[in-house]
């Protein structure tokens, strides 16, 4: 089954609003987790990763959080902009090798004026 | 430099037909992932490969062969395409200094009659 997946299939949100995007695991032994954006109509981009060690970590606007206690994920935009408006994937991956990402199912970010 | 590039774009089969998608990657990357992804799902990984002349299974392998003869190429096979297999596939590759950033191409929507 799958082991990585999101709470809110859609999220609306104001331009210029913080955003939030969470993500439930199952997988334990996952050593990283990672976010990734896609637009309509393209390729998944990396957006972030962080590693099983972490609690957090923060980029450019971004900031993922990790909860290993209840096994949950969050990614955090600041100032939500009308180009955030994508479908957004939790992913992991187990340490060791390049054998591939398991995705979640994606949350719809929509940016209301 | 245009990154990861897939050919077709679109694509419509008869059920017991054949075809091959084509993958090229221009960024000297060791690793290649073919995943599809259906409506309302994450992706979910096919076949891939950690260097040239190399293949391994991944989630859902079957009814798809794939070949690496040259690195910068994965080609991925439907020797008898099924409605099942209507889907859109993604291409992706990475380096292997950072196996969480994978590179995507702009997917090959593929259609089952």
């Known amino acids: 089954g799958e082991s990585v997946g999101l709470h809110l299939p859609t999220l609306s949100v104001q331009e210029g609003d913080n955003s939030i995007i969470n993500c439930a695991y199952s997988?334990?032994?996952?050593?990283?987790f990672i976010w990734y954006k896609q637009e309509s109509g393209k390729g998944p981009q990396f957006i972030i990763d962080i590693r099983s060690n972490m609690d957090k970590r923060q980029g450019q606007r971004v900031t993922v959080l990790l909860n290993k206690t209840v096994k949950h994920l969050s990614l955090q935009i600041a100032a939500t902009q009308p180009g955030d408006s994508a479908v957004y994937f939790c992913?992991?991956?187990?340490?060791?090798?390049?054998?591939?990402?398991?995705f979640g199912k994606g949350t719809h970010l929509i940016i209301q004026p | 430099n245009a990154g990861v590039t897939q050919t077709p774009k679109f694509r419509v089969l008869k059920t017991g037909q054949s075809m091959t998608l084509l993958c090229a990657q221009d960024m000297n990357h060791e690793y290649m992932y073919w995943y599809r992804q259906d409506p309302g799902m994450g992706l979910r990984l096919i076949h891939y490969s950690v260097g040239e002349g190399t293949t391994a299974k991944g989630e859902v392998p079957d009814g798809y062969n794939v070949s690496r003869l040259k690195k910068q190429n994965f080609l991925l096979g439907l020797e008898s395409a099924a409605p099942s297999q209507t889907s859109v596939y993604f291409c992706?590759?990475?380096?292997?200094?950072?196996?969480?950033?994978?590179?995507f191409g702009p997917g090959t929507r593929l259609t089952v009659l």
């Open positions: 997988n334990s032994a996952s050593d990283y």
């Open positions: 992913a992991e991956r187990m340490g060791g090798g390049a054998d591939g990402l398991t």
């Open positions: 992706a590759s990475t380096a292997s200094s950072s196996y969480n950033e994978q590179f």
